[in-house]
């Protein structure tokens, strides 16, 4: 480590602890600690609870110095196998330089211990992220705080694409960040609502931040990184995989307040995002399908098994993971017809009257709502000042509408 240090100086990550602007200023050099971890991230995988663990213990420059040396303390996890699949990474990596692709796309690296840093990460535990790589405007941390995953199947179908963009546009009209995973399907859609109304959205990705990946979604991702933000525990120039993808999810749930599953089959990997969330005590929504879809069945299951609560708009969504008392949803109601507004005396005799051409007369009609006929005849006026009803002779009938 201490040879790595003393490699000539390179624009590097230096200035994340002041927020947004980190590891964009050039000439100064990265702390050891941020080298150490940027290694780290060379040299394992995404959720590594191995890795997290002894950084739990000691600063990622010892454990860089002990997977060297192979001088490893007391680590249960830690066999010798494993060991030596992480120093087979060493050769040839340059912390330095991996700092420097990312400030050239204009990102940083931030790690725990930055201002720019979301303390929400924690809750993974000894599967925290190593560090992040970010690109894009604002800070992580900040617009973490008011946050949504919306997520889904790859595969969707038209009705699923559209209620991902409505939803979308809606949480960011109220000030919401959308986050997604820049997937085909419902991430797109997704991020795509958001950008029309000029909202903010995160992407986060399987992939170094300076790899577009999927390609069809290359022009949605760069202009992600410019109006939000692109973030990856991945170094730069990584590619995905499909464990990667899995691992990513984890992110996704603990970086939100709450995770959205648009439509999703039963074996959809949109669903461990929202398991996560579950497990992570964030809240888990879920927007029902036909019931004749099979890439709706995985949501359905979700919420019949009370894992997910149902939400079909931005309102409801909003009520759960917003304000305690401020962000609520408005009460649903069907239109109130001036019927509904009549006393209860009114509305039986009216009950009563039939609608044929004959009518009835005011005895029967007293047998048929169980009120005196003196009462009846008195109601019967009333509807007839109303337009409810007319008298026929002897027998009054209901007044037939246009």
């Known amino acids: 480590m201490n040879q790595l240090l003393r490699q000539p100086r390179i624009p590097g990550a230096a200035e994340a602890r002041a927020g947004a602007g980190a590891g964009a200023a050039a000439n100064v050099e ?67 330089m991996d700092l420097k692709r990312v400030c050239d796309v204009g990102g940083r690296f931030i790690i725990p211990g930055d201002t720019e840093w979301p303390s929400q990460l924690d809750d993974l535990g000894d599967g925290r992220p190593i560090g992040l790589w970010v690109t894009g405007t604002g800070s992580l941390r900040l617009l973490a705080l008011r946050s949504v995953a919306l997520v889904g199947s790859r595969a969707c179908t038209a009705y699923g694409a559209h209620v991902a963009g409505e939803l979308s546009a809606q949480l960011a009209e109220r000030g919401w960040v959308v986050v997604s995973g820049a997937a085909y399907g419902i991430d797109a859609a997704a991020h795509r609502g958001a950008l029309a109304v000029g909202g903010m959205t995160a992407a986060v990705l399987a992939c170094g931040v300076d790899v577009a990946y999927p390609k069809g979604n290359a022009e949605l991702i760069r202009r992600i990184g410019v109006q939000g933000l692109l973030v990856s525990e991945l170094p730069p120039g990584e590619h995905p995989n499909r464990f990667r993808f899995v691992l990513r999810n984890r992110v996704i749930a603990a970086l939100t307040r709450g995770t959205v599953v648009v439509e999703a089959a039963v074996r959809s990997g949109a669903l461990s995002t929202a398991r996560r969330a579950r497990d992570l005590n964030r809240h888990t929504m879920g927007v029902a399908g036909p019931v004749t879809s099979e890439l709706s069945a995985g949501v359905h299951a979700l919420i019949r098994s009370g894992a ?15 304000a305690i008392g401020e962000d609520l949803a408005p009460q649903r109601s069907g239109p109130v017809l001036p019927r509904d507004l009549l006393e209860p005396a009114v509305a039986r005799v009216l009950e009563a009257v039939p609608a044929t051409a004959e009518g009835a007369p005011v005895e029967r009609l007293a047998r048929q709502s169980g009120l005196p006929p003196d009462e009846v005849l008195q109601r019967l006026y009333e509807l007839g000042s109303l337009g409810y009803v007319e008298r026929h002779g002897a027998h009054w009938r209901v007044v037939r509408r246009r």
Not at 82 to 92: D, E, F, S
Not at 308 to 322: K, S
């Open 308 to 322: 997910a609560t149902l939400v079909t708009d931005a309102a409801e969504i909003t009520e759960l993971i917003g």
């Open 30 to 96: 990265p702390e050891p600690e941020r080298l150490a971890r940027v290694l780290l991230g060379r040299l394992s995988e995404p959720g590594d609870a191995v890795v997290g663990r002894w950084l739990g213990q000691l600063p990622a420059v010892d454990v860089v110095k002990a997977i060297r040396d192979g001088t490893v303390p007391d680590h249960p996890a830690l066999d010798a196998t494993r060991l030596a699949g992480y120093q087979a990474r060493l050769p040839g990596l340059d912390p330095r």
